[in-house]
């Protein structure tokens, strides 16, 4: 992307620039399209004149050192699996089985309040024992039903109530804008609202900040509301589901200040900390993440959220029955293993297959199919949402997210469909792609399920396993392995209904 020709219209960008913009990227995170090896940094230092340290900030105390192998208090948290507590707390599965025998060896997640003890191996530099917010406050799940963002936003008084954008449909209101990020990302509007709130005022000043980098990141590329969200969504994603899924242990500040995670933190501090870990260095962002930061913003508008906390993830949860999703008796390839379900890098929560015979973005006569019973939720161009409880809600119970589906034969918003039935065809459309294919993914409750792990992808026993890079990985079943291919490869070719 170049930068756009200057004029005075939205901070200085010409309406069919940032139309051209906005479509290229919308592209572009919605694509099967491996992700770079790190997200982007800022095109230049952030400047750090807001949030601005109070004088009297003190930080939380990080914890003392331990010894050993010593045996330290745990409280399961929702979504915890034991790889992912092996990892944070520098042991291994075995050893937290060993001081755990209850827990039994099919464990998917722990029970939100277990109480566990864990051996501990202390490393310096692990963080603030400080929560946020709770995961089920982060994810665009149960909490946020019934949440109109357009009605909260016209109760104050800040630029957000007036601020429009150019977009596909026309222009967008701030509302309209921060709906479709938390829609497509799955996170929370509420944490959107607690950062534009906390870093430019946009609840509380009706003055629109003389910037267009509102949540700080400083690129050319994501100028304006819509696009800064999309990168907050996309690095809040990272860091929640690196938590999550135990491939995240350190990062650092711009500074090169090394950040460990504390143990016993929750994926949604974690996703904060590694959003502000990309803008700020000390004492901001050691405020930011403190009690008087963020925090503190986010319980001034919405209450405290430690409060009546629902955990959205239960324990031992199972994935439902599912087929694979193209028709019983047809034989596809396996051409992407555990990659993001959504945007770039994490979460890795989507696998692709593509018919056989067919190459580039060729018409497919080929159908998808319903994996499980549901009702299509959502069916717009390239996607389609099956809400596996049928209640008509995407963040509550199982929806199985669908992405590539040409537009003829698609099935619609309302239809009630029996698995096996038709979806539609795989095509290229709804994103950058090599090739006509299908691309799958589940959430549960708002979260993005992990494509591997503990409740790793299960169609018809063919069980998912990431492979060193993204779209790279494995199906297995019985003594058979197939490996992902975007070759179309003989041996990546699996057969429905066997």
Known sequence: MTDPNKSTFLGGWKPSRIF????????????????????????????????????????IPTRAPFQPGELVEYIAQ?????????TRFNTTQAEIRAANPIIPNDATTMPPGFPMQIPIYYQALWGTPYQIIPDSLYVNGPAA???????????????????????????????????????????????????????????SNPAIPDTVYFLGYRNNNYRGLYLQLVWAANTLNNGYYSWRGATLREFETPDGRLQRPDPWQNSASVALHYFYSRLYNSPTYD???????????????????????????????????????????????YTGGPHTGWGLGEPFAAIDFAPAGVSGCDISGEWLVAVADGLVIRSEPGIVVLDLDSDGQEGTGWVIFYLHVGTENRARVGQTLQTGNYIGHPSCEGGSS?????????????????????????????????????????????????????????????????
């Open 20 to 59: 051209n913009l906005i479509l290229t990227l919308g592209l572009f995170l919605s694509g099967c399209v491996a992700p770079p090896a790190s997200d982007p940094q800022p095109g230049s230092p952030p400047e750090e004149t807001f949030p601005t340290p109070a004088a009297d900030y003190t930080p």
């Open 78 to 86: 929702t979504g915890d699996t034991l790889p992912a507590l092996a």
């Open 145 to 203: 039903v019934g949440f109109n963002t357009a009605e909260f936003i016209s109760q104050h008084d800040g630029w957000l109530k007036t601020y429009v954008e150019p977009g596909f449909e026309g222009t967008r209101s701030a509302a309209f804008i921060i709906d479709l990020v938390a829609k497509n990302f799955s996170i929370s509007p509420r944490v959107f609202l607690a950062m534009l709130e906390y870093q430019s005022q946009g609840l």
């Open 287 to 333: 405020q930011i993440i403190g009690a008087g930061g963020l925090a503190q913003t986010y319980a001034s508008l919405f209450g405290d959220p430690w409060q009546n906390v629902e955990n959205h993830i239960p324990g031992s949860l199972r994935q439902p029955e599912l087929v694979l999703p193209f028709e019983s008796g047809k034989a596809w390839n």
């Open 434 to 498: 090599t090739g006509t294919h299908v691309h799958i993914a589940r959430k549960y409750n708002g979260e993005w399920i992990l494509a591997d792990g503990p409740l790793a992808f299960n169609l018809e026993g063919w069980v998912a396993a990431r492979g060193a890079r993204a779209y790279e990985g494995t199906l297995v079943r019985f003594s058979r392995t197939v490996t992902a291919s975007t070759r179309a490869e003989g041996s990546s070719l699996i057969r429905a209904g066997e």
